[in-house]
């Protein structure tokens, strides 16, 4: 069994959880390897052990059994970068409030071991969006894809920006807004979410257009298959505008064409039985819960 273990931050109680992990992880005499950021900030706090470690571009291969992140959907969101295209399956222990991609709690976190080696879980895969190259933005020349949502956003400007949009060479309409979101299934429950957008399963094949804060009222969120070829053009009284890929940002000149697909690869997500995801919608949005006094 290989794993490889990944955070941002490392407070006391996140310590615990994984000297908590590390026994569990030893009983299964498993190869273990930590990014070496995150590692750096452990062995600054606690003596945990020699372990080998890796990086965003070294240290990582296809033979590893799970990628286990502490911290938040950020913090998930973060480790895709490391993991890519190498079909690494991935868990994330929550050490903050309860996420939608990060739903393991900290104290439970002996569970992800145990309930791996006894196959209570099933592996998910989540599809993403990219930025195609043909896009030609510098910033996303190695790093074009996105696990939630790609963006085009205003900036420096307090007056909104025309978003016209193309699917698959077909004009759909000119969006008049603070900006346009094109979230996968598994941004259905961010970004997208907060600005109106449908909550999807993560499996469906589809993709999400939500306006956020639109100026013309009869604009909806739209969902559309995620096999379209969306092509972006903004204007505004601007000269430039934003496009970011979940958490990474670029500035992008006025009247660039940016085209976004469905990406060629997957990420693979560990969901454990006791952790499903509708068990994780009921939680975070209270359905099912009688909350009269």
Not at 181 to 206: E, F, H, N, R
Not at 278 to 289: A, M, P, Y
């Amino acid at each position: 069994m290989k794993v490889a273990i990944y955070g941002l931050t490392c407070q006391n109680n996140v310590l615990d959880c994984i000297v908590e992990l590390l026994d569990e992880l030893h009983k299964e005499n498993a190869d273990i390897y930590f990014e070496k950021e995150f590692y750096n900030l452990i062995v600054a706090k606690r003596n945990v052990g020699e372990f080998p470690v890796f990086t965003d571009s070294n240290g990582l291969d296809v033979h590893f059994d799970m990628f286990v992140s502490f911290g938040g959907d950020g913090t998930i969101l973060r480790a895709t970068t490391y993991v890519r295209d190498l079909g690494i399956p991935i868990v994330g222990v929550n050490t903050g409030r309860l996420g939608f991609l990060s739903t393991f709690r900290k104290e439970d976190v002996r569970k992800v071991v145990k309930e791996f080696v006894s196959g209570a879980y099933t592996i998910v895969e989540r599809s993403l969006v990219e930025v195609s190259a043909q896009s030609d933005i510098p910033e996303f020349k190695t790093l074009n894809f996105a696990l939630n949502e790609i963006t085009v956003s205003r900036k420096d400007t307090t007056s909104m920006i025309t978003v016209e949009t193309h699917l698959n060479d077909e004009y759909l309409t000119s969006y008049w807004a603070d900006g346009l979101i094109v979230a996968t299934p598994t941004g259905s429950t961010g970004y997208s979410l907060s600005c109106g957008g449908p909550v999807i399963a993560p499996t469906a094949k589809s993709l999400i257009l939500t306006p956020i804060a639109p100026h013309n009222l009869n604009a909806r969120p739209l969902v559309i298959s995620d096999d379209t070829v969306i092509r972006l053009k903004v204007s505004g009284r601007e000269e430039s505008h934003l496009v970011s890929l979940d958490s990474r940002i670029a500035t992008v000149a006025s009247g660039k064409e940016i085209f976004i697909r469905k990406a060629p690869f997957t990420i693979k997500m560990i969901e454990y039985t006791s952790e499903s995801f509708l068990k994780t919608l009921r939680n975070k949005l209270l359905w099912g819960e009688d909350k009269r006094n």
